[in-house]
């Protein structure tokens, strides 16, 4: 088992789950974080630090895409070990639908 990070982190990126992870297995995005599921160790000290909610255990049923998705971006993006603040508009992108259809962006964020 490992965890995700899902559609909510999209345009929030609060990036709190970072600065608990004890082996930083986080990887950053123009517009999101993942997990690298051959990294993490399953602890789960980074699922009660998102204020998002955005980050499950991957036995969640239907989350396989999402799967998915952090294993291929936790390749191409580069690996973040410090919070950084997150997009001023954060708050307003909490919560909306369907984000990954209307804002995933492909791109790398800096890293560290």
């Given at each position: 088992m490992t965890y995700i990070v899902t559609d909510n982190c999209i345009?929030?990126?609060y990036m709190?789950?970072?600065?608990?992870c004890p082996v930083d297995c986080f990887y950053?995005?123009?517009?999101?974080?993942?997990?690298?599921?051959?990294?993490?160790?399953?602890?789960?000290?980074?699922?009660p630090e998102c204020p998002a909610e955005?980050?499950?255990?991957?036995?969640?049923?239907g989350l396989d895409s999402w799967l998915q998705l952090?294993?291929?971006?936790?390749?191409?993006?580069p690996?973040?070990?410090?919070?950084?603040?997150?997009?001023?508009?954060?708050?307003?992108?909490d919560g909306v639908e369907n984000k990954l259809e209307q804002y995933f962006s492909p791109e790398p964020g800096e890293g560290d």
């Open positions: 345009k929030c990126k709190d789950c970072i600065e608990v950053e995005g123009e517009n999101m974080l993942v997990i690298h599921p051959d990294e993490c160790i399953d602890c789960g000290v980074c699922e955005a980050i499950k255990p991957d036995t969640e049923p952090n294993s291929e971006y936790a390749e191409k993006w690996n973040i070990t410090a919070k950084k603040e997150p997009p001023a508009d954060a708050k307003e992108f």
